[in-house]
């Protein structure tokens, strides 16, 4: 079974895909922007930054990453959301060798940015089981979810202007990011996610098959 690292632009379905891959392949999923907001809770600085779309101090980064591959012992992960930036990306590795942790597979997904948008402006979330909807494709007039009939909800940086600022950070941050795994990476995969979900598993399966042989 495969370590994965998980390489987007905001909105194109790293957590959609993260949980697809979690639950059907028994991957332990390591989002570092869900680590940091449940940090901020009891950090109003740190909840001012992350509802900006700013990125925040690569220390806390570490440290999180860190702990949660202490706290998850002997599993394979799903890596989202780190590393983000150029300069993570040696810590990145260390601490995986720290933690005796192989990478084996670099997907890269891709989105038209307007496509992206439209899922992230839109996105709500269960308070109860954290399923998610969106109020531009889904029947959710109730504000209700289908799973557990929790009340839904939509994250404070889930807007426009924030978008904008974390996809321009993208750009000039992270894209970097993908030329070092495509030059130094031998597995390093890129899927769009512009369709259907179920287009889209096919493709998360198409670039597990591997694994199941």
Do not use: W
């Amino acid at each position: 079974m495969s370590n994965i690292l998980l390489i987007s632009a905001p909105g194109a379905g790293k957590g959609i895909a993260s949980e697809y891959l979690e639950e059907k392949y028994n991957l332990v999923h390591m989002s570092i922007g869900n680590l940091l907001r449940e940090e901020s809770v009891n950090n109003s600085l740190l909840k001012e930054e992350l509802d900006k779309g700013n990125f925040v101090d690569n220390n806390i980064v570490y440290k999180l990453f860190d702990d949660f591959l202490t706290n998850n012992g002997d599993s394979n992960f799903i890596f989202e959301g780190f590393p983000r930036l150029i300069e993570q990306i040696k810590p990145f590795e260390s601490i995986l060798e720290k933690h005796n942790i192989i990478l084996d597979k670099v997907i890269f997904i891709n989105i038209d940015k307007q496509v992206a948008l439209k899922r992230i402006t839109g996105r709500m979330l269960c308070s109860n089981c954290d399923s998610v909807y969106n109020k531009y494709f889904d029947d959710i007039k109730n504000l209700k979810c289908k799973k557990c009939n929790s009340r839904l909800y939509k994250r404070t940086d889930d807007n426009k202007e924030t978008y904008e600022n974390r996809y321009k950070s993208f750009e000039e941050r992270t894209l970097p990011i993908l030329e070092y795994f495509k030059d130094n990476f031998s597995n390093f995969i890129e899927i769009s996610n512009n369709g259907t979900i179920e287009e889209f598993y096919n493709k998360l399966d198409f670039v597990m098959k591997d694994d199941n042989k």
